[in-house]
């Protein structure tokens, strides 16, 4: 770990309780982020179901859909042109509800600034449920294997699974079941398989309570099946951790192979795969720079990195804000 973390400028796209007026209140947990062709954000929020577009240009956020039978929404991802997959389900502070989760597509293609010379109407955000889960417990992240149309890769935190979903046949099966995967039995709450993204035909993991665990898994890009063994990464932390000792939530892999953590303490963490090496890049267990990170994804100019917080609910010893949508310039690292 870098025993002085780089300084780095902050540019603050938005927070719910100041920047905009948007009706959240204090204790809003935005809990990940896709980022749409046209440079918007779109962010899923735990213990609500709601979809939120976040425009970094103009400061402001739009909700785009609430699910109904639901209390939150988790991980999103792009698996058609401006087609998202997102996790739906029901959660308590304890855990996932099990038999409450489903996966649902929100289909944004039509959805566009209405024409000003015409005054015609937006049409409408189309979402549809994909499918129910019955064994699913906390589905939370989810990736869009590139070459594989229609599937989606989901992480059940709660049994430290991760399923395979066709959304054009509409079923699911176990994509892999490994030791690596499960909760830490001794840790609250009962988490395991936490954050997915993909990087050259390798599906890259985080455990939240193993130490933190950082692996990946080869698979086939057509058919989206596992092709060849796990590899552990990292299965230790050097960097601070918080009360709550979180030690990774979501996370995102840049172009060089590193990958960019949010640890759900508060703090952004860089690890590189090749040197093996932990970069705490800001947030120490006192400081306020960023309070509760629980995701990051970049731009499409792969510079600007985006971190998602959630106003340090997961460890409130300082206080709770709201939560935040932040970027970062990566280039000035």
């Known amino acids: 770990m870098s025993s002085n973390p780089a300084t780095v400028t902050w540019v603050w796209i938005e927070t719910y309780k100041n920047a905009i007026n948007v009706p959240f209140p204090n204790e809003t947990w935005v809990e990940n982020i896709a980022v749409r062709s046209n440079g918007k954000l779109l962010v899923t929020l735990l213990f609500r179901p709601e979809v939120w577009q976040i425009d970094p240009i103009e400061h402001s956020a739009k909700l785009i859909y609430s699910f109904?039978?639901?209390?939150?929404?988790?991980?999103?991802?792009?698996?058609?042109?401006?087609?998202?997959?997102?996790?739906?389900?029901?959660?308590?502070?304890?855990?996932?509800?099990?038999?409450?989760?489903?996966?649902w597509s929100l289909d944004l293609s039509q959805w566009r600034h209405p024409n000003p010379l015409t005054h015609k109407p937006r049409p409408a955000v189309t979402a549809r449920k994909v499918l129910g889960i019955p064994a699913a417990t906390f589905l939370n992240g989810l990736v869009a294997p590139p070459l594989a149309p229609g599937v989606l890769l989901s992480a059940d935190s709660g049994a430290g699974v991760i399923y395979r979903i066709d959304t054009k046949r509409g079923?699911?099966?176990?994509?892999?079941?490994?030791?690596?995967?499960?909760?830490?039995?001794?840790?609250?709450?009962?988490?395991g398989v936490n954050g997915l993204q993909i990087r050259d035909n390798y599906l890259y993991y985080d455990n939240t309570f193993q130490a933190p665990l950082l692996a990946r898994v080869r698979f086939h890009p057509i058919t989206a099946?596992?092709?060849?063994?796990?590899?552990?990464l990292f299965d230790t932390h050097t960097y601070p951790l918080n009360g709550n000792n979180g030690q990774a939530d979501d996370f995102t892999v840049d172009k060089k192979g590193d990958v960019w953590l949010a640890t759900a303490s508060s703090s952004l963490v860089k690890l590189d795969l090749r040197t093996k090496q932990q970069i705490l890049i800001v947030g120490e267990p006192s400081s306020f720079a960023l309070v509760g990170s629980t995701a990051t994804k970049f731009a499409r100019n792969e510079k600007t990195l985006y971190i998602t917080t959630n106003g340090g609910i997961s460890d409130p010893a300082n206080g709770v804000e709201g939560g935040k949508v932040l970027s970062l310039d990566t280039s000035l690292l």
Do not use: M, Q, R
């Open 171 to 191: 079923d699911w099966a176990n994509f892999l079941d490994d030791p690596t995967l499960k909760p830490n039995a001794s840790a609250v709450p009962l988490l």
């Open 68 to 103: 109904p039978d639901a209390n939150c929404t988790l991980g999103i991802a792009e698996y058609a042109p401006d087609v998202f997959g997102i996790n739906v389900g029901n959660s308590t502070p304890a855990g996932g509800v099990p038999g409450s989760w489903s996966v």
């Open 225 to 232: 099946k596992v092709s060849g063994p796990v590899e552990v």
